[in-house]
T-cell receptor, first 114, second 111 residues
Framework: ETGVTQSPTHLIKTRGQQVTLRCSSQ?????VSWYQQALGQGPQFIFQ???????GRGNFPPRFSGLQFPNYSSELNVNALELDDSALYLC?????????????FGPGTRLTVT | QKEVEQDPGPLSVPEGAIVSLNCTYS??????FMWYRQYSRKGPELLMY????GNKEDGRFTAQVDKSSKYISLFIRDSQPSDSATYLC???????????FGTGTSLTVIP
């Protein structure tokens, strides 16, 4: 059974640029959630995708968008990057139908915006 | 008021001590309560989850939920240096598929 993987590991971008982060869900999982974790804080829910549709969204502006593909992998896109977007971005997968509360995280992508 | 409150610590204990980590919450819709362990610069690792009130034990770890007080705890017995990490509580319920996390408690177990 393969775990959740994310790419890239680290990324440095300039304010105003756009970024795409990628996530492969754990085998057998059909739901992906994305989180932003600032230094010293807990993860903040960005949104969740189930069957290629957004299935819940946290308090993040529209410049944060996502996609889920038929193989359940997912992308997080952030447009017009701001300095405050610097954080660890975490992807978590789960089986929505069975136990959405039992989600497993990937190692994260550390984004630095300068 | 935040949905979930967690004392950030840091907490430092000698090896073998019993550790108590706690979170309080305000939303009665929370039904599932999770504890994650996060090592530095890594993703959170699911330790345990519980449903509703009561205790759940897994090896050296015991999770406790008191819904009447909106209070959850994680106890670590015979703590080891490898337990040194940040511990995050998380909650989920009828909240639009959204998990709510505490800020995390940083724990150091001294050999």
């Amino acid at each position: 059974e393969t775990g959740v993987t994310q790419s890239p590991t680290h990324l440095i971008k300039t304010r105003g640029q756009q970024v795409t982060l990628r996530c492969s869900s754990q085998s057998g999982h059909n739901t992906v959630s994305w989180y932003q974790q600032a230094l010293g804080q807990g993860p903040q829910f960005i949104f969740q995708y189930y069957r290629e549709e957004e299935n819940g969204r946290g308090n993040f502006p529209p410049r944060f968008s996502g996609l889920q593909f038929p193989n359940y992998s997912s992308e997080l896109n952030v447009n017009a990057l701001e300095l405050d977007d610097s954080a660890l971005y975490l992807c978590a997968s789960s089986q929505l139908a069975a136990s959405s509360y039992e989600q497993y995280f990937g190692p994260g992508t550390r984004l630095t915006v300068t | 008021q935040k949905e979930v409150e967690q004392d950030p610590g840091p907490l430092s204990v000698p090896e073998g001590a019993i550790v108590s980590l706690n979170c309080t919450y305000s939303n009665s819709a929370f039904q599932y309560f999770m504890w994650y362990r996060q090592y530095s610069r890594k993703g959170p690792e699911l330790l345990m989850y519980t449903y509703s009130s009561g205790n759940k034990e897994d090896g050296r770890f015991t999770a406790q939920v008191d819904k009447s007080s909106k209070y959850i705890s994680l106890f670590i017995r015979d703590s080891q240096p490898s337990d040194s990490a940040t511990y995050l509580c998380a909650m989920w319920g009828d909240t639009g598929n959204q998990f709510y996390f505490g800020t995390g408690t940083s724990l150091t177990v001294i050999p």
